[in-house]
């Protein structure tokens, strides 16, 4: 090991890849899970500096050795105690999944939240409730929009892809930072999870690509649950059978369906507007 200057801060270098840190994020980032203390594997300078301005703390930050400029632009934005490292480039390389990794990453902590928050949330924008869904693009997106429109949080059901998932992370452009969020497992399962927001009088609302009430049509501004299934299978039949109400999509025959990501921004943008129609 050995230290390299950036003007006040130094860089501990590691050249190993047995190192308890380095190990842990290489870990994080191909199980798509947390370390065992908790921490969340994130890569690329702009998610970073997002994991920064969302207030999170960080626990690492490495950067990778040809291109350990980006520590001039990133060091002075992070806390004295976070630790720093500098590595090789194989050996950053082969902990991060990035095909063309931008040279820094980080584990960072999440911010915690309780069923109990998001339906305190509930009165001022609607819960998101994923079942099922496996693309982390799409898991990101509706992240992304969740956070833009208001949304109350999102409740990620069995089945789901991980939020903790560096796609799910790079297409939620930092909203998973800021949005709150639970996983259905570890709150009592999607069912109980259910039945909780109905007996909070949260309307339960599914969408579909062709059957339903028109978008348009739909009542959107009070509390409500919008469901949204996975991308072949849609919604599990024992949700389906909970729901108060379907909601569709009109678009063009000719298209079969539309994506989870666009479905769910499209429900959403719809519920913020007519929120804030019914405030005008």
Do not use: W
Not at 169 to 189: D, E, W
Not at 236 to 259: F, G, K, Y
Not at 265 to 277: D, K, T
């Amino acid at each position: 090991m050995s230290e390299s200057g950036h003007g006040q801060r130094s860089l501990r270098r590691i050249e190993g890849h047995h190192n308890a840190v380095v190990k842990a994020l290489r870990q994080a980032f191909a199980r798509a899970e947390l370390t065992e203390d908790g921490d969340c594997a994130i890569e690329g300078v702009r998610i970073v500096e997002e994991a920064i301005r969302s207030g999170l703390r960080f626990r690492a930050v490495f950067f990778r050795e040809s291109v350990q400029n980006h520590a001039e632009r990133i060091l002075p934005q992070i806390g004295a105690h976070v630790e720093t490292l500098l590595l090789p480039d194989r050996l950053f390389d082969g902990a991060v999944p990035s095909e063309t990794p931008q040279g820094v990453a980080a584990l960072v902590r999440l911010k915690e939240f309780s069923l109990d928050d998001l339906l305190e949330r509930a009165q001022v924008g609607p819960v998101v409730v994923v079942a099922g869904l496996q693309d982390p693009g799409n898991l990101g997106t509706i992240l992304r929009s969740a956070e833009a429109f208001g949304s109350a949080g999102a409740v990620l059901g069995e089945g789901t892809v991980s939020p903790f998932n560096a796609k799910v992370i790079r297409a939620s452009a930092g909203s998973v930072f800021r949005l709150p969020f639970v996983i259905a497992k570890a709150a009592g399962g999607l069912q109980a999870i259910s039945t909780k927001l109905r007996a909070q009088g949260v309307r339960m609302i599914a969408t579909s690509s062709h059957k339903g009430t028109p978008l348009d049509q739909a009542k959107l501004s009070t509390p409500a649950a919008i469901f949204i299934g996975s991308e072949g299978a849609g919604l599990p039949r024992s949700l389906m059978a909970q729901v108060d109400e379907t909601v569709a999509i009109p678009h063009s025959a000719q298209v079969e369906s539309l994506n989870a990501g666009v479905a769910a921004s499209l429900v959403l943008y719809e519920a913020a507007r007519q929120r804030r129609a019914g405030r005008s």
